[in-house]
T-cell receptor, first 112, second 117 residues
Framework: TQLLEQSPQFLSIQEGENLTVYCNSSSVFSSLQWYRQEPGEGPVLLVTVVTGGEVKKLKRLTFQFGDARKDSSLHITAAQPGDTGLYLCAGELDNAGNMLTFGGGTRLMVKP | GAVVSQHPSRVICKSGTSVKIECRSLDFQATTMFWYRQFPKKSLMLMATSNEGSKATYEQGVEKDKFLINHASLTLSTLTVTSAHPEDSSFYIC?????????????FGPGTRLTVL
């Protein structure tokens, strides 16, 4: 069992649809980050959330950190083919020495 | 943003040989670097934490004699896969954390794809 459970693992949708990716844990995180990774490349940071209940927006992407800092969600509005990729959540536990624990990832495919 | 490079980007080697992968922070000093391994269509698994000037801390199940890590300077960490075997084939990614800045921000390298024949 992974410390951070991401769902769904795979998502295939049509351009223009909305989607939500979830990242859940029974542990409390001091911060949580969302990354997007293209094949053959390293992850690229999208956002960091640190405060329980925090909501951040990045154009069509909305990120939310749960009140208890145990879960997070990523919502994409009007998905575009350019959003296709692997989305990873990663959390830092308190006193973890800045070590990140990654979720299993959500592979998103947006079809034109 | 901060840039982390990795070299080589791809390497193919014969079974039994050793392969060295470099991770460099190009525009900042990194007191801590992390090495991850990623299998196809899977997430990143932390292998070890590398601190400049001290021994690396390995995650459970990672053989320290198999995966040698050297963090000799504030801008360079190396991962050497010794006596590589086909099961070591994977995508290896490093990340670096600046000595200053948000405590939990890591910058990732582009990865190195290792194929062991």
């Amino acid at each position: 069992t992974q410390l951070l459970e991401q769902s769904p693992q795979f998502l295939s949708i049509q351009e223009g649809e909305n989607l939500t990716v979830y990242c859940n844990s029974s542990s409390v995180f001091s911060s949580l980050q969302w990354y997007r990774q293209e094949p053959g490349e390293g992850p690229v940071l999208l956002v960091t959330v640190v405060t329980g209940g925090e909501v951040k927006k990045l154009k069509r992407l909305t990120f939310q950190f749960g009140d208890a800092r145990k879960d997070s969600s990523l919502h994409i509005t009007a998905a575009q083919p350019g959003d296709t990729g692997l989305y990873l959540c990663a959390g830092e536990l308190d006193n973890a020495g800045n070590m990140l624990t990654f979720g299993g990832g959500t592979r998103l495919m947006v079809k034109p | 943003g901060a840039v982390v490079s990795q070299h080589p980007s791809r390497v193919i080697c014969k079974s039994g040989t050793s392969v060295k992968i470099e991770c460099r922070s190009l525009d900042f000093q990194a007191t801590t670097m992390f090495w991850y391994r990623q299998f196809p269509k899977k997430s990143l698994m932390l292998m070890a934490t590398s601190n400049e000037g001290s021994k690396a801390t390995y995650e459970q199940g990672v053989e320290k004699d198999k995966f040698l890590i050297n963090h000799a300077s504030l801008t360079l960490s190396t991962l050497t896969v010794t006596s590589a075997h086909p099961e070591d084939s994977s995508f290896y990614i490093c990340s670096a954390r600046p000595g200053q800045g948000p405590d939990n921000e890591q910058f990732f390298g582009p990865g190195t794809r290792l194929t062991v024949l």
